[in-house]
């Protein structure tokens, strides 16, 4: 095989052929090719060999309709939040994007949006080649994103390990959280059937959020563990005692194998994996998207977190946030928090403290 690296074990798609996803490879000049194991002084070349098969995701398609009482008033139009200049400066979109590209290659980075905001998402994602757009017809909610991003990925990558970042979250150091994520990328390389949440130090009984009640630690890996069961928006008694028992918040962010993310998709709908996974060989062609439209056209929303990750608890693991500050950016009052924390006055501020007045009264 042309281009083959040093050291690897290259099945070009083996593996999602059995599932159907992709066509044989071998038809077009692929095989399977065992490389002879490389010697000490290949590591440098093993370690980038490594990060290649790193991707990461950015979801940008939801419309935020729980902040557009706020988003109206910072940019005058009907723009989700993820368009917005929420804290000031940059859009959080674009603070995702350099936030991720700490530890990602912009090259293997895509952008889930929905064709209904082009007008918002095409001068910030300008650069950005049409090859790393996800570009759904409409918002289906996160689990056709999800799928619809990680069955592209499969094509081009097979052996890819994917981090997923919501595009609406306050970080308050993207360099540690980052290396979080680094701590995800290195366990999912090594357990390539875990799908790794995210899950964060809670600051106080939050009781908007998700909570990851987790087991106990994950063999052979320390910063890792085992999940018992997900809370989804508890009441305020239990979110108390969540958080004595050590339960996290969950971030929705999260690090896996592509085919990890595939298996546990099409164990928990598989109804859905196989609407998009049929029409992996229009992938890249002008048919992509009218296929696309039309199945769109049919699909109900539905929710990542509730029809898959509570579905197979057995197939996650959390990594322990700590020493950073995060918010799901979905109300105005956390907007108002995660400004005080950042120290930080928008221009739009101003404008907006009759509503925070409001909100707080």
């Known amino acids: 095989m042309r281009n083959a690296k ?118 910030i994602l300008a650069d950005i080649g049409s090859a790393s757009l996800v570009a759904q017809p409409r918002n289906a909610g996160t689990a056709p994103a999800i799928l619809y991003s990680l069955l592209r990925i499969a094509a081009a990558d097979p052996a890819a390990v994917v981090a997923f970042f919501p595009s609406d979250h306050f970080v308050s150091d993207d360099t540690k959280f980052m290396a979080h ?74 690090v896996a194998s592509v085919q990890a993310l595939l298996d546990v998709i099409e164990n928990a709908t598989a109804k ?22 039309q199945l769109y056209a049919r699909l109900a929303e539905i929710n990542f977190s509730h029809r898959v990750l509570a579905r197979v608890p057995e197939r996650l693991a959390v990594l322990k946030v700590s020493g950073v500050r995060w918010s799901d950016l979905g109300e105005p009052k956390r907007v108002m928090a995660s400004l005080d924390v950042a120290g930080v006055r928008p221009h739009w501020l101003e404008a907006a403290s009759p509503l925070f007045a409001q909100l707080s009264g």
């Not at 991720?100 to 905001?117: I, S």
């Not at 899950?199 to 910063?223: L, M």
């Not at 029409?279 to 890249?284: A, E, N, S």
Request: proline fraction near 5%; hydrophobic fraction near 40%; aromatic fraction near 8%.
């Open 272 to 293: 859905l994996y196989r609407s998009f996974a049929c029409l992996t060989p229009l992938f890249g062609t002008p048919a992509e998207a009218k296929a696309m439209t």
């Open 181 to 254: 994520i680094r701590a995800a990328l290195d366990t999912a390389r090594l357990r390539r059937d875990l799908v790794i949440l995210l899950g964060v130090e809670p600051e106080n009984p939050e009781v908007e959020y998700g909570w990851i009640e987790p087991a106990g630690s994950i063999q052979g890996h320390a910063r890792a563990f085992g999940v018992r069961r997900f809370w989804e928006k508890p009441n305020q008694v239990l979110a108390q005692v969540l958080q004595l028992r050590g339960c996290l918040w969950n971030s929705f962010v999260m």
């Open 6 to 123: 040093p050291g690897l074990t290259v099945r070009s798609g083996e593996q999602l052929k059995k599932m159907n996803v992709l066509p044989d490879l071998t038809s077009q000049g692929f095989s399977e090719v065992t490389m002879i194991p490389c010697s000490s002084n290949h590591k440098a070349s093993d370690e980038s060999t490594q990060l290649d098969h790193e991707w990461a995701v950015i979801l940008a398609g939801g419309d935020g309709t729980r902040l557009k009482s706020l988003t109206r008033k910072i940019a005058g139009d009907e723009r989700p939040k993820q368009f917005c200049s929420v804290l000031g400066g940059a859009t959080l979109l674009e603070e995702t994007q350099r936030r991720a590209a700490l530890e990602l290659a912009k090259e293997r980075t895509l952008f889930v949006v929905n064709q209904l905001h082009r007008r918002y998402y095409a001068p």
